[in-house]
């Protein structure tokens, strides 16, 4: 049974959503650059390789259990890995971290198999690789994928936590590295 016949209260939103107008997406963009957010790494490793990359849309969804959510375009070279593994580690960078969000971003020109030569990197609970000098990394086993647009949406439950040195956190916003 679908999550609609589950809440027919709810049918009416999912007609508005089919029918609403929506923004071109460069503004869209724009404004999402306005939105301040942490920088992390998300890393994978097991049966289907390892690899990593930065994102902010990162969230927590709950507590009970401690469940996080990843926001990863379908279109990334990440994604087949990822879902393969059905592990990931997201690794909250501190302040002074730009190298290693530029590094898993693409914009260093480092070979997938040659970034993780970049910061200090050990593994948890789940194998995927944690930055030892990440304000946090979350260590999460994946309970759940869902398409949504452009990208998949995997939540994860986390199994282990590690906890960097204090100190302040990388954010991104106005296209610009900055920290809090």
């Known amino acids: 049974m679908s999550w609609i016949d589950q809440h ?3 049918a009416g939103a999912f007609d508005a959503v089919a029918t609403a107008r929506t923004v071109e ?11 301040g957010a942490a920088v992390h790494v998300i890393t994978t490793d097991g049966p289907s390789g390892k690899t990593g990359f930065t994102a902010t849309a990162v969230c927590s969804v709950s507590d009970a259990p ?9 279109g990334a070279s990440s994604g087949p890995v990822l879902r393969g593994n059905c592990v990931f580690c997201v690794n909250t960078l501190r302040a002074g971290d730009e190298i290693v969000a530029d ?3 693409g914009r260093t020109q480092v070979a997938r ?3 993780f030569d970049t910061g200090q990197w050990s593994k ?3 194998g995927s690789p944690a930055l030892m000098s990440a ?4 260590d999460c086993r994946v309970t759940e994928v869902k398409a949504v647009a452009s990208h998949d949406i995997y939540f994860g439950v986390v199994e282990a936590i590690h906890f960097g040195p204090p100190g302040a956190a990388l954010v991104y ?3 610009a590295y900055k920290q809090v």
């Not at 401690?66 to 379908?74: D, K, Q, S, W």
């Not at 304000?135 to 979350?138: E, I």
């Open 8 to 10: 027919p209260d709810m």
């Open 25 to 35: 997406a460069q503004p869209f963009r724009e404004a999402m650059s306005r939105l």
């Open 66 to 74: 401690p469940t996080l959510l990843v926001c990863l375009n379908r």
């Open 103 to 105: 590094t898993f971003a």
């Open 113 to 115: 198999e040659a970034r």
């Open 124 to 126: 948890l609970s789940t």
């Open 135 to 138: 304000v946090v990394a979350l």
């Open 173 to 175: 916003h106005d296209r």
